[in-house]
């Protein structure tokens, strides 16, 4: 068994901190450190925020095999669920269809899902423009290794807010969050 | 696990100084304390409720090749571990004879006691009814 | 709506001063210790844990030092304690078939299986004041031992159900709901309102209670039985995957008999209310056995009279520190709401003196 964070306490900690950081400030990208080294193909990143927020109160799907399933119940402590029930989704390969995940209700939007993607690169400049709260005028992300469709399917969720799902993109030990809030273009 | 679920940490160490010494562990998790949800069933038998929460502590720990864990009641953080460490080396065929017999068998006899002296107890106060019978 | 005020620093932190004091009592007299609390006022404890909803002795013995014996205080502590602690999961359901029984007894059955037991008891004893017990009192000599033997103890319900007199708990294994994490929400289940009144303040379930036997609802109890002593807890922590014991609680159990007419489906049979507190509370068990049964009128098809049949009204006021929390804010500062009331006030009472010609 891979260990966890090394200061279960205060590394959790920094990565909600970071968590807070990248969700205040869509599109930012920010460093997640101190962090684990989860079993492949878990990045440190993924690990670090799955390991901050997940506990074994939020049901958990991913789709990176079974030493990382072991790694994620033993440290987390989350049961593994299907992916609409899920509160966290960690997809290392294509994600589950957006539109079939937990999108929280009108009565309880803050109950959607929160969906951790790996990602092959994320670079402060690229195609992507986001606005939205938490973004003065425009921010530039470049993200590449989606899935082709993805932004279209995750801007078909916007007319069902306040309900939808928070992206967190997670590569190597970096992050960048894309709240529900956020308008890509 | 049951055994050492209900033995302090002063218990357990004063049993391990009867046994051969535990080689070194590495914590992997804990000791660290929070809370269980008690269940219980209405009338007993029937639908689950959650009744309240209980403190537990639990630990895992390596030993070797060995991965030992437990989950106690309470707060006790020294007992988790010791129980966590004895779990491991139980899992070890040199220690695991000795340990049963310094640790294990020990404190199962004293539970045994403590719960047939309750009881015993309890036996003291159990009525016996005398029925008066009108005879004709 | 309030107003941040500033300036009560000093006088609050004199305030701690002052009530540090108090709660220290006579330097003459030896201090007391949560140890002694815990051991010596054990039921004051119980109850603190159950409406506190966390069990551990230690902290709510704690919580009573520090709360100067005030209960309601005291479990206000231990559950925000408790809320800086992370859950690690469900217990299996306590199986309370297999207590290590202190104390049962039965209203109903005389010679039940298993007999009657009458265990660490208020109910015997005469209610007259020992002042023998108001100084150091020594050791009481041990209580007698007798051979126990190994007669099991069925629950008198289960005794019932096997005649078909009494209406069977369909035992499912369905996820419960959660009072700590989805909130009271209606209309609340069985299983929501048991959790509730568990850890439900003692003296509001015992006036219901009371109440439904005074005629407040169609009631007609009788203790089916009574049962105290330590259960063992199972739980499967997920990093092993299989369930492990992690030791014994102490809970008291009530199953309350009650008669219900039947309907056109159902034939007229027994029903009963069920009550589980942590420790020795017979009182609160007993209480919320009559609660439970009177909450399931609706579901039994009785007509709705009273208050303790009416789940809002029972489940929203039966949390004490919920209701402390309500009725103590009243102290806090209202300066702008009062001063707006006051000014509302003025404008009527002057607008009523012009109305009738009179100069305010």
């Given at each position: 068994m891979q260990p966890g964070f090394s200061d279960p306490v205060l590394d959790a900690q920094s990565a909600f901190r970071a968590v807070l950081e990248a969700m205040s400030h869509p599109g930012r990208i920010i460093p997640v450190a101190p962090?684990?080294?989860?079993?492949?193909?878990?990045?440190?990143?993924?690990?670090?925020?799955?390991?901050?927020?997940?506990?074994?109160?939020?049901?958990l799907w991913h789709d990176a095999g079974a030493e990382a399933g072991d790694w994620l119940r033993f440290h987390a402590g989350s049961p593994l669920a299907e992916a609409p029930r899920a509160m966290f989704l960690l997809a290392t390969g294509t994600p589950p269809a957006l539109a079939g995940l937990n999108l929280g209700t009108e009565e309880a939007p803050q109950e959607g899902a929160t969906l951790l993607l790996a990602v092959k690169s994320l670079r402060p400049a690229g195609v992507l423009r986001?606005?939205?709260?938490?973004?003065?005028?425009?921010?530039?992300?470049?993200?590449?290794?989606?899935?082709?469709?993805?932004?279209?399917?995750?801007?078909?969720?916007?007319?069902?807010?306040?309900?939808?799902?928070?992206?967190?993109?997670?590569?190597?030990?970096?992050?960048?969050?894309?709240?529900?809030?956020?308008?890509?273009? | 696990m049951s055994i050492l679920a209900r033995a302090s940490a002063d218990a357990l160490r004063e049993h391990l100084a009867d046994a051969p010494p535990l080689p070194a562990h590495t914590r992997l998790k804990g000791p660290?304390?929070?809370?269980?949800?008690?269940?219980?069933?209405?009338?007993?038998?029937?639908?689950?409720?959650?009744?309240?929460?209980?403190?537990?502590?639990?630990?895992?720990?390596?030993?070797?090749?060995?991965?030992?864990?437990?989950?106690?009641?309470?707060?006790?953080?020294?007992?988790?571990?010791?129980?966590?460490?004895?779990?491991?080396?139980?899992?070890?065929?040199?220690?695991?004879?000795?340990?049963?017999?310094?640790?294990?068998?020990?404190?199962?006899?004293?539970?045994?006691?403590?719960?047939?002296?309750?009881?015993?107890?309890?036996?003291?106060?159990?009525?016996?009814?005398?029925?008066?019978?009108?005879?004709? | 709506m309030y107003v941040s005020v500033k300036g009560g620093e000093q006088a609050i932190a004199n305030a701690h001063a002052w009530l540090a004091e108090r709660r220290r009592g006579d330097a003459?007299?030896?201090?007391?210790?949560?140890?002694?609390?815990?051991?010596?006022?054990?039921?004051?404890?119980?109850?603190?844990?159950?409406?506190?909803?966390?069990?551990?002795?230690?902290?709510?013995?704690?919580?009573?030092?520090?709360?100067?014996?005030?209960?309601?205080?005291?479990?206000?502590?231990?559950?925000?304690?408790?809320?800086?602690?992370?859950?690690?999961?469900?217990?299996?359901?306590?199986?309370?078939?297999?207590?290590?029984?202190?104390?049962?007894?039965?209203?109903?059955?005389?010679?039940?299986?298993?007999?009657?037991?009458?265990?660490?008891?208020?109910?015997?004893?005469?209610?007259?004041?020992?002042?023998?017990?108001?100084?150091?009192?020594?050791?009481?000599?041990?209580?007698?031992?007798?051979e126990a033997g190994v007669e099991p103890m069925p629950r008198v319900t289960g005794m019932l159900a096997q005649e078909g007199l009494m209406a069977r708990d369909t035992a499912s294994d369905?996820?419960?709901?959660?009072l700590t994490r989805e909130g009271l929400r209606f209309p609340a289940n069985r299983a929501l309102a048991l959790q509730a009144m568990a850890r439900g303040d003692e003296g509001f379930l015992l006036a219901l209670g009371y109440s439904t036997q005074r005629g407040y609802g169609?009631?007609?109890?009788?203790?089916?039985?009574?049962?105290?002593?330590?259960?063992?807890?199972?739980?499967?922590?997920?990093?092993?995957?299989?369930?492990?014991?992690?030791?014994?609680?102490?809970?008291?159990?009530?199953?309350?008999?009650?008669?219900?007419?039947?309907?056109?489906?159902?034939p007229p049979q027994f029903t009963r209310g069920y009550g589980l507190v942590p420790g020795q509370n017979e009182r609160k068990a007993m209480a919320m056995s009559l609660v439970d049964r009177a909450l399931r009128a609706k579901e039994l098809?009785?007509?709705?009279?009273?208050?303790?049949?009416?789940?809002?009204?029972?489940?929203?006021?039966?949390?004490?520190?919920?209701?402390?929390?309500?009725?103590?804010?009243l102290k806090l500062p209202h300066y702008v709401d009062f001063q707006s009331e006051l000014e509302k006030l003025r404008g009527i009472r002057a607008r009523w003196a012009a109305d009738r010609g009179e100069t305010p």
């Open positions: 962090a684990p080294l989860p079993p492949v193909p878990l990045s440190p990143a993924m690990g670090a925020v799955a390991l901050a927020l997940a506990d074994a109160d939020t049901p986001l606005r939205g709260p938490g973004i003065q005028h425009e921010t530039a992300l470049g993200v590449e290794g989606l899935p082709e469709g993805f932004w279209a399917e995750r801007a078909a969720l916007r007319p069902l807010f306040p309900c939808g799902l928070d992206i967190i993109l997670c590569c190597d030990s970096q992050i960048a969050a894309i709240p529900r809030t956020t308008e890509v273009v | 660290d304390t929070g809370l269980v949800m008690l269940r219980g069933r209405a009338g007993g038998d029937g639908t689950p409720f959650n009744l309240m929460e209980a403190t537990a502590t639990r630990c895992t720990v390596s030993m070797g090749q060995a991965m030992g864990h437990a989950t106690v009641l309470g707060r006790d953080a020294a007992q988790a571990e010791l129980a966590a460490a004895i779990d491991a080396a139980l899992q070890l065929p040199d220690l695991r004879a000795p340990l049963l017999a310094a640790v294990i068998e020990p404190l199962a006899a004293a539970q045994d006691a403590a719960r047939a002296e309750t009881a015993r107890k309890a036996e003291a106060t159990r009525v016996n009814f005398f029925t008066m019978v009108a005879m004709r | 003459e007299q030896p201090e007391i210790t949560a140890a002694q609390i815990a051991e010596q006022l054990g039921l004051a404890v119980d109850r603190v844990m159950a409406e506190g909803a966390c069990l551990d002795r230690d902290l709510a013995a704690l919580a009573l030092k520090q709360a100067r014996g005030d209960g309601t205080e005291a479990a206000f502590l231990l559950r925000a304690y408790r809320n800086t602690l992370p859950r690690f999961g469900y217990t299996a359901p306590l199986d309370t078939g297999a207590m290590q029984v202190q104390r049962r007894v039965s209203a109903t059955y005389k010679d039940l299986p298993g007999g009657q037991v009458l265990g660490p008891s208020f109910d015997y004893t005469h209610r007259l004041l020992d002042v023998a017990l108001a100084g150091q009192n020594g050791e009481p000599p041990p209580a007698p031992l007798a369905a996820e419960p709901p959660d169609n009631s007609h109890p009788f203790v089916g039985e009574i049962r105290m002593g330590a259960v063992p807890v199972e739980f499967t922590p997920p990093e092993l995957g299989f369930a492990i014991d992690i030791g014994d609680v102490v809970v008291t159990e009530c199953q309350m008999v009650n008669q219900f007419a039947g309907n056109a489906e159902t098809g009785e007509e709705l009279t009273a208050p303790a049949q009416d789940a809002e009204f029972v489940l929203y006021h039966c949390d004490n520190v919920e209701s402390t929390g309500f009725v103590e804010h």
